[in-house]
């Protein structure tokens, strides 16, 4: 090897590194051959030294550039970055390298350089069967090319934001938001957990269009409340289960039906699929990178927990029966959070809905081809992790997962400000322990007032903003009761959160937070205990839109995208970063397909290369935001773009995604699939609501938070200060001991005077 250059790589392959006379420049060059893959890549780079390696600085970015010619599809231009802390480390693949059979110069422009980084290392890797052979490389620091910023609004609004609250309510009950690929979004209600509308089989959903600032109400076939859905790669919205049957006292509790629709943005209409194998009321839907769609968990149509895993084929357009599913008979529990990772395994974070999480350490990676799972370690209170939010921090091929906050609905403690950090490229990912979530207020009944010791919240939501960044806003501190107001934005360079302007309204229980297309967030909804409902919308506008003029994508030469492409946009002025997001699927502060795909640029005037990864599973099939940002972290409004799926990418290529090896040494106890079953068993008062009392929208908490005296008077007293009203007792039983004198009111005036 020349000096300052090292052979490295990984997998079952058989290979040869040699230095050859076809040179571009001089006498020499460098090539890479596979002769023979199973798995793995074999790389030329330079060496991870501090002799050889060059020094970076943070934040900048640099243009790498190198001449080279390649007999195989499979190379890309690797670059790995020396962590003062972590040491050498894989960092991104930058650009996949066409076949080229005369030499040609290739040039991409590296990320911002992220903290703690002092030294890269960079070269070509060769994944599949063929030649790279490489000369000429060059390496320059791109030159600062934008002004300061400056502030378009107040200062206040400049460092934290502004909330808006529209003057146009939410015509319907929604607790599930859809961002459509037309840039409107779908708004379903179902019954809108009302016993009423229930009963009367009106079930409604609305498409809000955030331009016009209108919206069109929307037949709606059946009771879509507590639905799973995901976004189809062709831009419809799977929507799969709903409630059957709302929870009867003394018998069934909340179940859910077999049926599943189809939402078309360009007719807006839903049309019917055929039925999933089992009831699935909360499920969770995860799209894979062929366009298969995973679903596991939530209540089935007695009411017991599912076990069964569901498969929708997206080349068959249908859910695949039972006999074609890989099945653990594992019960995941209601809304798990399963997140795909680059290699085609699922992390479940440990965010789920109502009381404990699953067994064992509270997260773990299910491998759905060899059908087991892994423990893995370090969450945090593993069973106070009920309603939190997890989300895969951008960019995606950093593969680190965030977990913020949470509580349990049936011990009903204060929800906690924990949150803890996975990095899942390591060989045995751990969580590790996050910054603490920053205080607000919270409203006990009395008007807000400041959180203390370890107060937190649970329903919070957590949104991927274009410059790199999260926020998470809304949450309460117990079951449907005291809000929280606060908001902050978490940066993954730095791991810390920064406090910024609250969204003025309630946002608790089936509350839902989203990225628009021009780079603002809208929040919708909030359904306390008392059974109302929070018909205001809230829009926030990030700090990064009050630097004054936004870049503008002026023209994208085509919004059709294929795996490890070159696609070319112009901008009207430089920008330093270009990403795809994921639009949003939410409910219930679940929303594991959102993610923020990295594309690395090559760069010339206004004229901007974008190279698309060649691995499905960062990024798999369907419709995108396009953003690009400039170095003031001000985005772009974005433009829509479609990545094709797995077909495109095997036109392309004979060997499968470039995949380091990672998360391939797990130490945490591994399960192999059970014996089959047919459900698990779950109390009918898994949502927190004791059903003895009021009408079934109302949800009198089966446990009191902790500073509510366990007695008759101290307990009605919170009801009244929470906005109960009148309450029936449903039966003749008194659980919570509201209604001493037994004449079928709960907290009557003899109830109270008996104490």
Known sequence: MPYCWEKSGWGDNDFTFSTVADAHSGTKA???ELTRRVSGDRKALITESATCAPVVTVGKQYDLGLWYKTTTPDASLTLFRHDTTAGWQYWTDLKTLEMQGSWTQA???????????DRITWGVSVYGTGSATTDDYTMEQVADTLPPATCTGTAEQ??????DVLPTQNPVRSMHSVVLNNGKILLIAGSGNSEEQFNAGTFTSAVYDPVAGTYKTIPTPKDMFCAGHVQLQDGRVLVMSGNKAFPVVGGHGYEGYKDSYIFDPVTETYSKTNDMNDGHWYPSATELGNGDIISFG????DSTGSVTAELWSDAEQQWLPLWQVNQTWSYWGLYPSMILMQDGRLFYSGSHVFGNGTPGTGSAIYD??????TDVPGLQNKDERDQSASVLLPPAQDQKVLTIGGGNIDSNPDANRLTDIIDLKTANPSYTVGPPLPQGTVDLGAGPVAETGNQGKMYVSAVLLPDGKVLETGGALHNRANPV??????????????????????????????????GRVMTTGDNPGNGTWNHDVSIYTPPYLLKGTRPTITSVIDNEWVYGDTQRITTDRPIAKAELIRPAA?????????????????????NVDLNVTSNPNLAPPGWYMLFAVDANGVPSVAKWVHLQGPSALAAESTAEAHVHSFADSLEGTVTEPGKKRTSQPVSPTISGCDRHYGSINVCVPTVFPDEVKKTTAARCAWLKTNDYGRLKVNGKDDPLKLDPSKDGVACGAKDLKRR
């Open 298 to 301: 939530g209540l089935r149509e």
């Open 485 to 518: 107001y606060e908001s902050s934005i978490f940066d993954p360079a730095t791991s810390t959160f920064d406090p910024v302007a609250p969204d003025p309204e309630e946002r608790g229980y089936h509350s839902s937070a989203f990225l628009l297309p021009d």
């Open 586 to 606: 939410v409910t219930h502060s679940s929303d594991p397909n959102q993610r923020f795909v990295d594309l690395p640029l090559s760069v010339d005037g206004n």
């Open 107 to 117: 040039t991409v422009r590296t990320p911002e350089v992220p903290a703690g980084t």
């Open 30 to 32: 460098m090539k890479v």
């Open 368 to 373: 759905y081809g060899a059908n087991t799972v």
């Open 158 to 163: 400049c460092a934290n934001g502004k909330w």
